[in-house]
């Protein structure tokens, strides 16, 4: 008896160390929905005071916050649930606080974090107003240096941010963790092409604070392409980078029209046929890769079958994400543990997997050149 607990012990810790490697890593996050990456605690205390004034069943909202299988049209309404939780801007700056301290405390150094704008009369918040909330949000963050706004508006004296930033103070040679973060605009799927092209005007208006592209995405069986291709045309034509919720379904027809129209990534990439395949790489469109989020939501059917692998196996352009980390309880760090341990990669390979993401993230040539940087001198750590 005895043997066995030392034995179960022995397991625990091992998993403990090998989690933390993973956590230390540094990494990229370019596939993180704002509302997707609140923790279960922070969504229960949001919750309970609407289940005090009678907005919410509080129970029945704790049961489906904290189960964990869902399939992918639950995982909609339950999105559903969140915004109900997150209608309030107070609500919007918490969220946005907590996620990127969450990132930042395993050592994501570059964080893409995509939003929907949203519009709700009776909390007088409008698309703006929702934004403002999430850059304060940006702001409130006390436990690392956050750094989005882009170098060409910043004072030139700040150009040589290093991945540690130094202290303002001249007496302290005091350095804190960095992180970079840049924000998306999201689309959702049920809106109206001018809806669209209202948070396409949003985006530009909000470059000076971040922003650097359009995201689309939301339920996939709803809302047709024509729909978002007059905003999304307008924000390329802008400058905006574009990425886009790709093969999350079955939809031939769509899957093929999205990469003719040459998004700079696409996210998931799940349900591709052979032509699709062939389109996809001819074109070298990088693909978000949401391993967590892909199998509980049956979109793969095993982690074996897995696209990761042919794509990984052809150098693909590749960045390993989280999709929701609240809503499929992962984090960064779990997902290359699994990718580690499902595909045979090693601590190198897995670093040279998260350093080449760099290469098409949405910021400029400063911030990845810093990135570069940081990652060769991290390299010299590796065991
Ligand atoms: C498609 C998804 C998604 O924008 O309110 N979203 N859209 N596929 C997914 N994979 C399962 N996960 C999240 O964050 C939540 C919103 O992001 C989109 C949905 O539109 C969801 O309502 P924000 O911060």
Redesign the pocket.
């Given at each position: 008896m005895r043997h066995i607990k030392i034995k179960v012990r022995w397991r625990e810790h091992a998993e403990a160390r090998e989690m933390e490697g993973w956590v230390s890593m540094p990494k990229l996050e370019l596939h993180a929905?704002?509302?997707?990456s609140i923790s279960d605690s922070t969504l229960l205390e949001l919750a309970r005071p609407l289940g005090d004034h009678g907005v919410i069943d509080f129970s029945q909202v704790e049961h489906v916050i904290l189960k964990n299988d869902r399939s992918?049209s639950e995982?909609?309404k339950l999105?559903d649930l969140?915004?109900i939780l997150t209608t309030d801007h107070k609500s919007v700056t918490r969220i946005t606080k907590e996620v990127v301290e969450d990132f930042a405390s395993e050592n994501v150094v570059y964080l893409e974090l995509?939003?929907?704008p949203?519009k709700n009369d009776s909390r007088g918040m409008s698309k703006r107003s929702y934004m403002e909330a999430v850059l304060e949000g940006l702001r409130a963050v006390s436990s690392v240096d956050v750094a989005f706004i882009p170098y060409s508006e910043e004072e030139p004296r700040n150009i040589s941010n290093p991945l540690h930033s130094q202290s303002n103070d001249k007496c302290c040679e005091n350095t804190r963790k960095k992180i970079f973060v840049r924000l998306l605009l999201?689309i959702?799927r049920r809106e109206t092409t001018e809806a669209a092209m209202e948070t396409v005007m949003l985006a530009l208006e909000l470059r000076r604070f971040g922003v650097v592209g359009i995201d689309l995405?939301?339920?996939?069986v709803v809302g047709e392409w024509i729909t978002f291709l007059p905003a999304l045309k307008f924000a390329r034509e802008q400058g905006l980078y574009i990425t886009l919720?790709c093969g999350?379904v079955p939809n031939s027809k769509e899957i093929h029209d999205i990469l003719d129209f040459l998004p700079q990534r696409i996210g998931?990439a799940c349900f591709f046929e052979e032509e699709h395949w062939r389109k996809l790489k001819s074109s070298k469109i990088p693909v978000e890769i949401?391993l967590t989020?892909n199998i509980r939501?049956l979109s793969v059917p095993t982690i074996d079958a897995h696209h990761f692998v042919d794509l990984y196996n052809e150098k693909h352009p590749l960045v390993l994400c989280t999709?929701?980390s609240g809503?499929f309880s992962t984090s960064l760090s779990n997902e290359y543990k699994i990718a580690a341990s499902s595909f045979g990669l090693g601590k190198k390979e897995m670093f040279e997997l998260s350093k080449n993401a760099i290469e098409f993230i949405f910021a400029d040539n400063v911030v990845k050149k810093e990135l570069r940087n940081f990652f060769n001198s991290a390299a010299k750590n590796l065991e």
């Open positions: 929905h704002l509302n997707g992918l995982v909609f999105f969140i915004h995509r939003t929907t949203k999201s959702d995405s939301g339920n996939p919720h999350e998931h949401c989020s939501t999709d929701d809503v």
